[in-house]
């Protein structure tokens, strides 16, 4: 018979540290927002946390839905308190995003998404253009996520989905913490395109693409593939983190005190309440264990 945590009835264990589960890996997928900061200042057991397991021996790559590069990413990581020795590279959707257009060179490109993110374009050989001259959509976030929502782009998809515009989400959040707020992310508007019956290419998690280019840095980076069963992934999002993970083949650890704090009963790094984690684990593969932040 099934057992109770296969179905999904019981809250993933708890894990003391990542000191319990470190040694078993050789590479650790972290993600970035939630888990190392919260956009507005990093968490210093968390930085600790994998500078120490990478003194053991793992290597540590941080796997990010940002839309922008990871030079663009590390820098904002100094800015934020991120101690210098925390990981060993950065991967994030942004780079995705770029290797998916550098093999549409001369494409017109319409960028649904705030100014700052116009670096993700540099170097490609885009034409970039207004939306009626646009061969393709890529869209990093909202034009101003302090204040709009995804149903502010209704029309304006539904404008896209009459030209049967290709659609690159180069973050598939849906949501992401800033401070003590939840704001929209791409992801969001690419799920109202989906649902209009769009062709929609998602360049972050939880899709194969970032875990591909994830587990190839590495397997560089340690000069040696990675043998099976030792990549931990590390994400406080189910749909995005943790799913992703068991699509991807990878083992799983839960960050409760991110994206799903209130509805565990987790904020500020407190205990997650056990039957709201069974709840959101209901009839979803289960992260080999759960912790309220991450710390060694």
Same mark, same amino acid.
């Given at each position: 018979?099934?057992?109770?945590?296969?179905?999904?009835?019981?809250?993933?264990?708890?894990?003391?540290?990542?000191?319990?589960?470190?040694?078993?890996?050789?590479?650790?997928?972290?993600?970035?927002?939630?888990?190392?900061?919260?956009?507005?200042?990093?968490?210093?057991?968390?930085?600790?946390?994998?500078?120490?397991?990478?003194?053991?021996?793992?290597?540590?790559?941080?796997?990010?839905?940002?839309?922008?590069?990871?030079?663009?990413?590390?820098?904002?990581?100094?800015?934020?308190?991120?101690?210098?020795?925390?990981?060993?590279?950065?991967?994030?959707?942004?780079?995705?995003?770029?290797?998916?257009?550098?093999?549409?060179?001369?494409?017109?490109?319409?960028?649904?998404?705030?100014?700052?993110?116009?670096?993700?374009?540099?170097?490609?050989?885009?034409?970039?253009?207004?939306?009626?001259?646009?061969?393709?959509?890529?869209?990093?976030?909202?034009?101003?996520?302090?204040?709009?929502?995804?149903?502010?782009?209704?029309?304006?998809?539904? %404008?896209?989905?009459?030209?049967? $515009? #290709?659609?690159?989400? +180069?973050? *598939?959040?849906? /949501?992401?913490? &800033?401070?003590?707020?939840?704001?929209?992310?791409?992801?969001?508007?690419?799920?109202?395109?989906?649902?209009?019956?769009?062709?929609?290419?998602?360049?972050?998690?939880?899709?194969?693409?970032?875990?591909?280019?994830?587990?190839?840095?590495?397997?560089?980076?340690?000069?040696?593939?990675?043998?099976?069963?030792?990549?931990?992934?590390?994400?406080?999002?189910?749909?995005?983190?943790?799913?992703?993970?068991?699509?991807?083949?990878?083992?799983?650890?839960?960050?409760?005190?991110?994206?799903?704090?209130?509805?565990?009963?987790?904020?500020?790094?407190?205990?997650?309440? %056990?039957?709201?984690?069974?709840? $959101? #684990?209901?009839?979803? +593969?289960? *992260?080999?264990? /759960?912790?309220? &932040?991450?710390?060694?």
């Amino acid at each position: 018979m099934m057992d109770e945590v296969a179905m999904g009835l019981v809250a993933p264990r708890r894990v003391a540290g990542l000191s319990q589960i470190a040694g078993d890996y050789d590479l650790i997928l972290c993600d970035i927002w939630g888990v190392v900061h919260n956009g507005v200042r990093a968490f210093p057991a968390a930085c600790d946390a994998l500078a120490r397991a990478r003194a053991g021996g793992a290597s540590v790559v941080l796997v990010s839905n940002a839309p922008r590069p990871a030079d663009f990413v590390a820098t904002l990581l100094e800015r934020l308190g991120v101690p210098e020795g925390t990981y060993d590279a950065i991967v994030t959707s942004g780079d995705v995003t770029r290797a998916v257009l550098s093999e549409r060179s001369g494409a017109r490109v319409y960028h649904l998404g705030p100014p700052r993110d116009i670096g993700t374009f540099d170097g490609l050989g885009l034409t970039m253009t207004d939306l009626d001259g646009a061969d393709l959509v890529v869209c990093t976030g909202l034009f101003d996520d302090e204040v709009e929502t995804p149903q502010d782009y209704a029309e304006r998809l539904a %404008a896209m989905r009459a030209r049967s $515009l #290709f659609f690159i989400c +180069a973050n *598939p959040d849906i /949501v992401v913490e &800033r401070g003590s707020r939840l704001i929209y992310c791409a992801g969001a508007i690419a799920q109202l395109y989906d649902e209009m019956g769009g062709e929609t290419l998602y360049c972050g998690k939880p899709h194969k693409p970032i875990y591909d280019t994830a587990l190839a840095r590495g397997q560089a980076l340690r000069g040696a593939p990675i043998g099976e069963g030792r990549v931990l992934c590390i994400g406080d999002a189910l749909r995005t983190d943790i799913i992703g993970a068991t699509a991807a083949g990878f083992d799983s650890l839960f960050i409760a005190s991110g994206i799903h704090a209130e509805e565990l009963n987790a904020k500020e790094g407190a205990e997650p309440d %056990a039957a709201a984690l069974s709840n $959101l #684990f209901s009839g979803h +593969a289960h *992260p080999r264990g /759960v912790m309220p &932040r991450l710390a060694w």
